[in-house]
């Protein structure tokens, strides 16, 4: 039987608004139940070359702050070598003057509506392995409005005012691969069984 994929979910905030003492907990319950060993902590030194070496994905939920340059080569060298990394929601808006980091998601939060609109995500591509046992799914969340940087597959998209918006998207980077949703803003949110099965997924 093979070992049980190894997750580091990282989170902490600078903000208020993304509370990793309730998330946290509600990540690592549905991970384990999903067969992953995980790992939550809101250390940025387990960014480090030698700290970040047993993760297999890292999954980031954080707002604001920045790394230390040895942070930043350990979480960005390791994804070049192949780890995966799964940045949720306000992990486009965090980390901000780190180089490279916001180029490797794809995108940074601009703003969001001072409401939260009732969205219903679309599936771009439901044949993709992120997707795998999702359908068009209505959800309650706050719509990250991005700037977004280079080639990406979406995902999932939504209309929110005329336009449509990319909501979560893939692409490769270096021998590694990035998922980016701007899902997962709160509690409510994140016990969503799409966005569960999607964390799951990706």
């Known amino acids: 039987m093979a070992d049980p994929i190894k997750v580091l979910v990282m989170g902490g905030h600078t903000e208020k608004f993304h509370e990793f003492h309730i998330m946290g907990p509600l990540y690592e319950r549905f991970l384990k139940?999903?067969?992953?060993?995980v790992k939550i902590t809101e250390d940025r030194d387990d960014f480090t070359p030698e700290r970040i070496k047993p993760w297999q994905v890292i999954v980031d939920y954080t707002t604001g702050e920045d790394l230390t340059p040895e942070q930043a080569k350990g979480l960005l060298g390791g994804i070049v070598g192949g780890k995966g990394f799964v940045g949720v929601h306000s992990a486009a808006d965090s980390f901000k003057n780190t180089p490279g980091y916001l180029n490797m998601i794809g995108g940074k939060f601009l703003t969001h509506p001072n409401y939260w609109p009732k969205l219903i995500i679309h599936l771009k591509n439901r044949w993709h392995p992120v997707c795998e046992g999702l359908d068009?799914?209505?959800?309650?969340?706050?719509?990250?409005?991005?700037?977004?940087?280079?080639h990406f597959e979406v995902l999932m998209s939504t209309w929110f005012k005329g336009f449509e918006r990319p909501i979560t998207w893939v692409k490769p980077y270096g021998h590694g691969r990035v998922v980016y949703t701007a899902l997962g803003h709160g509690q409510p949110q994140t016990e969503h069984p799409s966005f569960q099965r999607l964390i799951v997924n990706a």
């Open 136 to 150: 068009d799914f209505p959800i309650e969340e706050e719509l990250y409005l991005m700037e977004t940087y280079g």
């Open 33 to 37: 139940a999903a067969g992953f060993d």
